[in-house]
């Protein structure tokens, strides 16, 4: 769903490829045009990161963005939803059945699981991103399937109405998404557009009248799209350049009724996972689509896109939060009660790192869902880096711990009686689905780069005068200087508690390192750099890595200040996760800027490019004669 692809194949005009990528994924206002406003300085860490610039206002203190109320009110919500997974909902017999029956699904809607994020006044719970968060992490360990099945109607599916929908639209189709037991459902992809959503073919015609768009095009892996009514969806429709007077497509979103005639959809796919959560095409045949069904201006679909997806990112990896606390507890269990060698498997040294790296990496998914989640509640809108970052991250966790928890079982972990096994399946497309994680670490790389680049440029101006900018040059002179020397680097002790001072200075390092590969990377391929992507994806790597540590190290700070009971094992694994990480981005850092492995890429895509050749593998079997 990212706009990267066309780019990557054919891209005749490089020079645009950065503004591009970017484009595709910030988050965009959709207010109508104003006199131009002095720049807000950008509050992101991760896009300071890349600069070479420390930004900790939404790192440090970790975010606590709810009051009493508002917890209290959750905790009565988390009571009724645990209830219904022990009481109600069936997970075997959803997977079964390929359905969640109409009893199930009537309960949950009673519930108000279906309206998180819908405003009270329009009868949803009118839930804080934190607080949806912690109830994502319950449905993702009871059931992932259901949590897909649900959360795409009450996140993508009903968020583009309640971000961008006039207050005609939202009293019209809110209540109906909230309480009225109607689907929603979002639908961009098409056959022929993975990533690259900018290229869907799907047209919508202004008729002569200029009441209504004629809609045709077809959808294809849409979520909900079997059983939703109302589809938030996107086709192209020529207009004029505001700018130039020509005519060109620009990608609008509308909001499209089932009882709309020419709407159809197919049959349900046959998936290896998320069995209940219902995927199907969906068709336009001619759809007349009234002009007051146009989702935020004309034109302006592609931010609408980006922007409902850039705000639910966190949501999957609160999901995969709760599926491997399932996992780390049933891999717990097993290896404190299984013996072998006459000694039970948590003794093992081999069961033992197993088992710390899976509670590791739920610590680290966990901080970094509330991370952003609370940075959004408390305003935030410099949060597209964290986002994408919190989305690979998680994914990649969730499969992780999911596998170590079925090793450590055995052949108990592959038979279905555990539970693993679905679970293995159900969340192997979260790294796919809503942004692959391949392209947005790409996404990451380019992003941060390009913020990079736009601070060197206004070095590049300053040297134009030196005289007139003597204070800025001095100040970034004498800052690279001492950094060459070993002083003035980045220092984040002054920030965490006394246990983990040892460890920022392990990120630190990592910053400053990072920092400056950034830079000798602009300077020595400038805008080339869209074509490094063997190099791009070890700095996406790096600064997820280097994330990740400031992350933890803020969340173990606050556990040791509130005098958590917890603040001792906290403070263990933000320790053992600032080691291995920061030995991460060294072997990054190494990869980027290595010989040895500059020539390895090389091998690399002649590899790759014998094997498509080719269309499959090269060498015969080594009993047959070439």
Request: glycine share 8%.
């Amino acid at each position: 769903m990212l706009r990267l692809t066309r780019y990557f194949i054919v891209a005749n005009n490089r020079k645009t490829f950065l503004k591009e990528v970017t484009r595709s994924l910030t988050v965009t206002s959709t207010l109508p045009a104003q006199a131009p406003q002095p720049a807000k300085p950008n509050q992101s860490f991760m896009m300071n990161l890349f600069a070479g610039q420390l930004e900790t206002s939404q790192l440090f203190p970790y975010p606590e963005p709810l009051d009493d109320e508002q917890r209290e009110y959750l905790q009565a919500i988390v009571g009724s939803v645990n209830r219904f997974f022990d009481e109600v909902n069936d997970r075997e017999r959803n997977d079964e059945t390929c359905a969640v029956d109409e009893k199930t699904m009537d309960t949950f809607w009673e519930l108000g699981g279906m309206s998180h994020f819908i405003p009270a006044e329009y009868g949803g719970l009118g839930l804080m991103n934190s607080q949806a968060a912690r109830l994502g992490d319950i449905v993702g360990g009871s059931d992932l399937a259901f949590s897909i099945h649900t959360g795409a109607h009450q996140t993508i599916g009903t968020k583009g109405i309640i971000m961008y929908g006039t207050e005609q639209q939202k009293a019209k189709y809110l209540p109906q998404l909230s309480t009225g037991k109607v689907f929603g459902a979002f639908a961009l992809t098409e056959p022929s557009v993975g990533s690259d959503a900018s290229s869907i073919k799907s047209r919508a015609v202004l008729s002569p009248c200029g009441k209504f768009y004629t809609l045709n095009g077809s959808k294809i892996w849409i979520s909900g799209g079997g059983i939703a009514n109302i589809f938030t969806t996107f086709a192209q429709v020529e207009m004029t350049d505001p700018k130039t007077g020509l005519k060109k497509d620009m990608i609008t979103a509308f909001i499209v009724d089932r009882s709309f005639p020419g709407v159809s959809t197919g049959p349900p796919e046959s998936k290896m996972g998320l069995k209940c959560s219902v995927t199907t095409d969906v068709y336009f045949d001619d759809v007349k689509v009234p002009v007051e069904n146009v989702l935020g201006e004309p034109g302006n679909g592609f931010k609408v896109a980006m922007n409902i997806l850039n705000s639910g990112r966190f949501g999957l990896c609160a999901m995969l939060t709760g599926t491997m606390r399932f996992c780390i507890k049933s891999a717990a269990e097993h290896a404190s009660t299984r013996i072998q060698f006459k000694r039970r498997l948590e003794e093992f040294e081999n069961v033992q790192e197993k088992l710390a790296k899976m509670a590791m990496y739920h610590y680290v998914s966990q901080t970094l869902t509330f991370m952003v989640a609370g940075n959004m509640d408390l305003g935030s809108t410099d949060f597209h880096l964290e986002a994408a970052i919190t989305k690979i991250f998680g994914t990649e966790a969730g499969w992780y711990v999911c596998d170590e928890a079925i090793q450590i079982l055995g052949g108990n972990g592959y038979m279905k009686a555990s539970g693993l096994e679905q679970f293995l399946r159900d969340m192997r497309v979260f790294r796919i689905f809503e942004g692959a994680n391949d392209v947005l670490r790409l996404f990451v790389a380019l992003t941060g780069i390009q913020f990079a680049g736009n601070q060197l440029k206004g070095l590049q101006k300053a040297l134009k005068s030196p005289l007139s900018n003597m204070g800025t040059l001095m100040q970034a002179g004498s800052k690279r200087l001492f950094k060459k020397i070993g002083v003035g680097g980045t220092d984040l002790s002054p920030f965490v508690a006394d246990p983990l001072k040892s460890s920022a200075k392990l990120c630190s390092q990592s910053i400053d390192q990072f920092s400056e590969t950034v830079e000798s990377l602009l300077m020595k391929h400038g805008k080339g750099i869209v074509e490094k992507q063997f190099l791009l994806a070890r700095v996406a790597d790096s600064a997820i890595d280097i994330y990740t540590m400031a992350c933890v190290l803020s969340r173990a700070t606050r556990a040791v200040r509130k005098n958590l009971p917890s603040a001792h094992h906290e403070v263990l694994m933000a320790q053992a996760w600032c080691t291995e990480a920061n030995h991460r981005v060294q072997q990054h850092i190494l990869r980027i800027n290595g010989p040895d492995f500059q020539e390895n890429y090389k091998k690399f895509s002649e590899i790759a490019r014998n094997v498509c050749k080719n269309q499959g593998v090269v060498q015969s079997n080594p009993l047959e004669v070439d």
